[in-house]
């Protein structure tokens, strides 16, 4: 088993995932600090008590997810947010945390992957999905067209769940955008629309989107804000294990949502 120091690891993963270019609520980066010598790195979707505690118990040095502790506010450390700090401490773990950067990743980020699951060309692949003059999605079309229910039968085996369909595009799908997690709001549906994208993915929506893309004739793929998140971290993962040659793991905390 490797190890590598806890600076050097934060250093690249700050620049490989561009953490600085995103202007967000989320504090990306290091949250906590931890132990200076890190050979165990766990990977979870979310940063709550349940992924900490398990991590702890693997004997993570570092744990890195999606959604961290900081969001740009302070809050009293008290409650459960205590209780979440006080189980990092005590188990000398470092909390990287990595959202909007992971979203928009041209190797390894949620979007991409996914697309990539779902056999699209790769060759089509390009960002989509703007985000205060960042793109945070990626867009592609498939090598051949496909029907409306063969795309969203495909995206069900790849996310290992149901996905609610508002099919409101075309029957035959051949272009595909997807924006992981929250990621079905008006600004991002309307450039589906605008973009010509037969087949639009997310992971959930408010109520207001289903009028929106029904009246705007967009096919809107809804595959849960859980299920679309974990591309990433898997090839995070992949990527951190084969340049470093740390053990990970993957901490599986399904909401359902």
Not at 43 to 59: C, H, P
Not at 152 to 163: D, F, P
Not at 200 to 220: D, F, L, M, R
């Amino acid at each position: 088993m490797s190890e590598i120091d806890l600076g050097r690891l934060v250093s690249h993963l700050n620049q490989y995932l561009r953490v600085n270019e995103f202007r967000e609520g989320a504090v990306n980066g290091l949250q906590v600090a931890g132990k200076k010598r890190i050979k165990r790195v766990a990977f979870a979707v979310d940063g709550v008590l349940e992924t900490f505690r398990a991590a702890a118990a693997w004997g993570a040095d570092m744990l890195l997810v999606h959604h961290g502790i900081y969001w740009g506010f302070q809050y009293p450390l008290r409650g459960p947010d205590y209780q979440r700090v006080k189980t990092l401490m005590d188990a000398d773990m470092a909390l990287y945390a990595v959202h909007l950067p992971l979203d928009a990743h041209g190797e390894v980020g949620h979007n991409v992957e996914l697309l990539r699951a779902l056999e699209v060309d790769p060759e089509t692949l390009e960002p989509f999905g703007d985000y205060k003059g960042v793109s945070i999605g990626f867009q592609a079309r498939f090598p051949r067209q496909l029907t409306r229910d063969a795309v969203t039968e495909r995206l069900e085996r790849v996310l290992g769940g149901s996905v609610q369909l508002l099919p409101f595009g075309p029957e035959k799908v051949r272009s595909v955008a997807c924006v992981t997690g929250q990621g079905a709001d008006f600004a991002l549906v309307r450039e589906a629309k605008i973009g010509g994208i037969h087949y639009y993915i997310s992971g959930e929506a408010n109520h207001p989107i289903y009028h929106y893309a029904k009246e705007n004739g967009v096919t809107v793929a809804l595959g849960g804000h859980y299920n679309t998140e974990v591309f990433g971290l898997h090839a995070l993962r992949r990527y951190i294990e084969e340049r470093f040659q740390l053990e990970t793991l993957f901490i599986d905390c399904p909401t359902g949502m």
